[in-house]
């Protein structure tokens, strides 16, 4: 059993088979000898069976290990290994994704290209619609800071030169390339995967959302034609950018700088007021 007081009364321990760095495994192999266990807290109410895992949330009891020495609690792993381990799955989902696409691309897949264990993978992700909803935080956040970065100045050619360089000249990246091919793949599977679709529908939301909110600004200061919405604009200059990323996901040959050109003319002459 394991040591007293290692655990709340409401938790009951499962053991497990345990190997050195690596996370527990689901169910020991059938037949399987083992000298060393896990003994994996799980949330306990009375007259139920215990849940798979803890509620999000929910307070984790220390896993306590078994060993021909005895008992001891686990270590606890460092920030920066389980950003490194997160990062090191999230970049095996994108070769998966790229390669065979979102929908016949397996949690399995996954695991074999990161060379991780199963339990490894599921420590941090419970399925591929999580991967891709952590990679979208991470580039929804980015993409806020560039708007809001390239509006800062005040002057309405600076930023919008600055706005459309930043997004466009990223795409001269083979990895960014990569990663918006990946989300043309996922504007199909949205129309069928619900998970996915609000994924998706928050891409195109919060930059819209973003940009509508500096445009507002600049029609009250004159700088925007009057009769024109500002969410209006914000959703036409987003599709110039959403349209190009999936042009190039088909022919990556395509001059980026010739199409920043054309983009910026375009922007210029068709919304905003000359000065």
């Given at each position: ?104 691309t397996s949690m399995q897949d996954i695991v074999s290209e990161s060379g991780l264990s199963p339990g490894a993978i599921y420590l941090y992700f419970k399925s591929k619609e999580e991967i891709i909803k952590t990679v979208a935080d991470m580039r929804y956040a980015t993409e806020r ?131």
């Amino acid at each position: 059993m394991p040591e007293e007081g290692a655990a709340s009364q409401r938790h009951v321990f499962l053991p497990l088979p345990f190997v050195e760095g690596e996370a527990p495994r689901a169910m020991p192999e059938e037949g399987a000898a083992s000298q060393r266990h896990v003994f994996l807290p799980l949330p306990f109410v009375e007259g139920e069976a215990p849940r798979a895992m803890p509620e999000e949330g929910a307070t984790r009891a220390p896993l306590v290990v078994m060993s021909s020495k005895g008992l001891f609690h686990m270590p606890k792993v460092s920030r920066e290994h389980q950003e490194s381990r997160r990062n090191q799955i999230i970049e095996a989902a994108a070769k998966c994704i790229f390669k065979k696409g979102f929908h016949h691309t397996s949690m399995q897949d996954i695991v074999s290209e990161s060379g991780l264990s199963p339990g490894a993978i599921y420590l941090y992700f419970k399925s591929k619609e999580e991967i891709i909803k952590t990679v979208a935080d991470m580039r929804y956040a980015t993409e806020r800071e560039i708007i809001a970065d390239a509006f800062g100045s005040g002057d309405t050619n600076i930023a919008l030169n600055k706005l459309v360089e930043t997004f466009f000249n990223s795409l001269a990246n083979k990895d960014v390339r990569m990663e918006r091919s990946i989300w043309v793949q996922l504007w199909g599977e949205a129309l069928s995967n619900p998970p996915v679709y609000d994924i998706v529908r928050r891409g195109i939301e919060e930059p819209k959302n973003a940009l509508a909110e500096v445009l507002t600004a600049y029609q009250k200061q004159g700088k925007l034609s009057s009769d024109l919405s500002p969410e209006a604009v914000a959703r036409v200059m987003l599709a110039q950018f959403q349209g190009f990323v999936l042009q190039i996901a088909l022919d990556d040959r395509l001059d980026i700088k010739e199409y920043i050109q054309v983009i910026k003319h375009l922007i210029s002459d068709a919304f905003f007021e000359a000065k």
